[in-house]
């Protein structure tokens, strides 16, 4: 069983700080994404990472891909209200057979950042 | 281009009940998969279809069912309601190889009492 530890489960912050989310695991990931939910409402794709090493970046967010394959982080650059959210990182393991269409979910990082 | 769409956004059943909850994928996706997602549990994925077929399924009992139509539209039910299946349904879809980008839905709000 694929297990996705994503840390810290809380964060609330000022306006204008910086903070990083982790999101770590045993085995490799065939593909990682992020995601932003909001109360009620469906995630949203914000990032997917596939090669090891790799480094993204959407305006103030800032996403890696750790070499082995086996762990991202997600770096986002003076916060704002709103960034406040619920953030998930989410894994595909495998290529095939019990992989399809299967994302194995972290607990989620809610931040809150205050004015 | 359309979203995922999936309807109705809130339902209140009553225990014993059985519900349907639909699907509409973004066009030309052809692979659509299931989550519950509940405060203590997180997001779980529940199954995915493909063409028609299901591919893979979570570790959820037989109650949850679903399937998919030749439009790629799916649905999924469940059967015999329990208290603990009120929970945040979503619906994701992707083109379908292992691994690609997936899209979800606003979710289904189910209630049951």
């Known amino acids: 069983t694929q297990l996705l530890e994503q840390s810290p489960q809380f964060l609330s912050i000022q306006e204008g700080e910086n903070l990083t989310v982790y999101c770590n695991s045993s085995?490799?990931?065939?593909?990682l994404q992020w995601y932003r939910q909001e109360p009620g409402e469906g995630p949203v794709l914000l990032v997917t990472?596939?090669?090891?090493?790799e480094v993204k970046k959407l305006k103030r967010l800032t996403f890696q891909f750790g070499d082995a394959r086996k762990d991202s982080s997600l770096h986002i650059t003076a916060a704002q209200t709103g960034d406040t959210g619920l953030y998930l990182c989410?894994?595909?393991f495998g290529a095939g057979g019990t992989s399809y269409g299967k994302l194995t979910f972290g607990q989620g990082t809610i931040l809150t950042v205050h004015p | 281009k359309a979203g995922v769409t999936q309807t109705p956004r809130y339902l209140i059943k009553t225990r014993g009940q059985q519900v349907t909850l639909s699907c509409s994928p973004i066009?030309?996706?052809?692979?659509v998969s299931w989550y519950q997602q509940t405060p203590g549990q997180g997001l779980q994925f529940l199954f995915e279809?493909?063409?028609?077929?299901?591919?893979n399924k979570g570790n959820f009992p037989g109650r949850f069912s679903g399937r998919q139509f030749s439009n790629s539209r799916s649905e999924m039910n469940v059967s015999t309601l329990e208290l603990g299946d009120s929970a945040l349904y979503l619906c994701?879809?992707?083109?379908?190889?292992?691994?690609?980008?997936?899209?979800f839905g606003q979710g289904t709000r189910l209630t049951v009492v």
């Open positions: 994701a879809s992707s083109l379908g190889p292992p691994g690609t980008e997936a899209f």
């Open positions: 085995s490799v990931f065939s593909s």
């Open positions: 990472v596939v090669t090891g090493g």
């Open positions: 989410a894994g595909h």
């Open positions: 066009s030309g996706h052809r692979s």
């Open positions: 279809y493909f063409s028609e077929t299901q591919r």
